[in-house]
């Protein structure tokens, strides 16, 4: 009881009543570009609880959209261009919540008027666009601008945690499965419109490219295969309502990826509920297998472990997470053709909401709730890097987030889908 009672208690503060905490020191003034679905989640409740942020002002292409996401969120200022917003003097930063085919565009004026960018995730429609926006000139200049790509669940305890957990070169294999019920998003919606750079790919995809590339601590060296469930007709051909894949590391390990939009079907008697939306799977999870290693010799038998790792809930930990590690012993008689005479299989548990002890190594305090969601202990990160401040170390920086986007390339390039189109801004 007392379990479901703080469950309950975390997620509605996370969800819908942050505490509201009073503005100190320099305080950073945000403007949003755009009256997206996503900004109250992602920066308007996370600004509440920030001492040092404040949500100014906004701009949407209809001015009576923006008006009304203003007076919602009690936002002060509406300008009636992204142009005007940009230009406004007393904004510092920028949250860029665009469809993905406006967010180069909008980024680069942005940075080129002083203001650092918040940038939603995928950065921008191509790894072209990456390569020329995260390199830009006007990033390696003195008191450059701060630029983030916000893959948020990297911010959160229970990420790092779990990074803690294995070596990179010990990876075996790797599962990724992001799945969202049908009928969550229509059909036309903007994810799936491929003049605004969508795709499936583009949208839960971009996380399980970028959590698979986190375990390895590296890039693919090959899409092996990929394939995609294309959009009904009626809707953008050139979009993947689904898309999977398979890719090779240097290490010799593998990663699956499948990400669905759309999921369908998975209950019993599949001629009658084939097209019924699927709630099979909503938590999005993450498999890690390692390789086995010999730990020694016991009585003459050969000693042999082999673990299982995995994330529940890895892009939504201050919701619920929970990390599993299993790990398989197995006793071989090398006189016998490596036998198992015996096998024990071990069974962890483990949670983090928060900073363990309130710090991480036990060096230094590191800040956190735990009811944090991934966006708050994000927007934390960032105020601390336009401030100069350490924090937690988390960061995705530019090359990153360029690598990032050359995997989705190749992905694409693999299915036999266009790449994603250019920004006719890009110089």
């Not at 979009?239 to 990826?257: M, P, R, S």
Request: charged share 25%.
């Amino acid at each position: 009881m007392f379990a479901a009672i703080r469950f309950l208690r975390r997620l509605y503060t996370c969800l819908f009543n942050p505490p509201v905490a009073p503005k100190s020191g320099h305080v950073l003034r945000f403007g949003i570009l755009g009256a997206a679905n996503i900004a109250p989640q992602a920066l308007i409740l996370c600004a509440k609880s920030h001492p040092q942020v404040l949500i100014a002002a906004v701009a949407a292409r209809d001015v009576k959209k923006a008006e009304a996401f203003a007076k919602k969120h009690e936002i002060p200022i509406v300008h009636k261009t992204y142009d005007d917003l940009i230009a406004d003097p007393t904004i510092d930063c920028i949250y860029n919540p665009l469809p993905n085919g406006l967010h180069y565009e909008w980024t680069i004026k942005a940075l080129l008027a002083g203001k650092h960018v918040l940038l939603e995730k995928p950065s921008v429609s191509n790894a072209t666009e990456a390569a020329s926006l995260f390199r830009h000139p006007v990033l390696g200049k003195p008191n450059a601008p701060v630029l983030l790509e916000a893959f948020h669940y990297r911010f959160h305890p229970a990420w790092r945690l779990f990074l803690t957990l294995f070596d990179p070169k010990d990876v075996q294999e790797v599962r990724i499965a992001n799945r969202l019920a049908a009928g969550v998003f229509p059909l036309d919606d903007i994810r799936w419109n491929y003049s605004l750079s969508g795709g499936t790919l583009m949208d839960f995809g971009t996380y399980a490219v970028s959590a698979m590339r986190g375990v390895f601590a590296s890039e693919p060296i090959a899409v092996r295969e990929a394939g995609y469930r294309p959009m009904p007709d009626g809707f953008d051909k050139k979009c993947d309502q689904a898309a999977y894949a398979t890719y090779e590391f240097d290490n010799g390990g593998i990663a699956k990826i499948e990400v669905d939009l759309q999921a369908r079907g998975g209950y019993w008697f599949p001629w009658l509920t084939s097209k019924w939306p699927s709630l099979s799977g909503m938590l999005p999870t993450l498999w890690v297998e390692l390789r086995e290693k010999k730990e020694g010799v016991e009585g003459g038998l050969e000693k042999w472990t082999k673990k299982k790792l995995i994330s529940h809930a890895y892009l939504a930990p201050a919701i619920y997470n929970r990390i599993d590690i299993i790990t398989t012993t197995e006793l071989r008689d090398p006189k016998a053709d490596g036998k198992v005479v015996s096998k024990e299989e071990k069974k962890e548990y483990l949670k983090a909401y928060k900073w363990p002890g309130g710090a991480e190594g036990g060096k230094k305090k590191l800040v956190g709730e735990e009811w944090w969601s991934t966006y708050r202990y994000q927007l934390e990160a960032f105020v601390d890097k336009v401030k100069g401040r350490e924090g937690s170390g988390a960061w995705v920086d530019g090359e990153d987030s360029v690598r990032q986007m050359e995997v989705i390339d190749k992905t694409y390039e693999k299915m036999g889908l266009p790449l994603r189109p250019t920004s006719a801004s890009l110089a």
